[in-house]
């Protein structure tokens, strides 16, 4: 059992930067893959950056690919998303959750990650 608790969300300017962090419980958090989901109002939640439990892939839907960096430290238990270049389309519910599997978390998969956080809100004003 994982929980996961979003931070660091907030009201930016175009153009700013906010770094997110996803806070697990559990002493097996360097086991999980981690992903990065975002759900804009009246649109389906979609795939943003994805982690190996190693950290050694990652996987970045196009749409932020250059702009955002997905990290973790396993020593704090805790997964990042740093968000440069923002833009208003970048305006959503932001998610983090785990998996055991990498390839489960990504576009491409049907499956959905059994543990996710409650989300945090990020605002990019024009």
């Known amino acids: 059992q994982v929980q996961l608790v979003e931070s660091g969300g907030g009201l930016v300017q175009a153009g700013g930067s906010l770094r997110l962090s996803c806070a697990a419980s559990g002493r097996t958090f360097s086991s999980y893959a981690m992903g990065w989901f975002r759900q804009a109002p009246g649109k389906e939640r979609e795939f943003v950056a994805a982690l190996s439990f190693s950290g050694a892939d990652t996987y970045y839907a196009d749409s932020v690919k250059g702009r955002f960096t997905i990290s973790r430290d396993n020593a704090k238990n805790t997964v990042y998303l740093q968000m440069n270049s923002l833009k208003p389309e970048d305006t959503a519910v932001y998610y983090c959750?785990?998996?055991?599997?990498?390839?489960?978390?990504?576009?491409?998969?049907?499956?959905?990650?059994?543990?996710w956080g409650q989300g945090t809100q990020v605002t990019v004003s024009s």
């Open positions: 959750a785990a998996d055991v599997t990498f390839i489960r978390l990504l576009p491409s998969s049907n499956a959905k990650p059994p543990y």
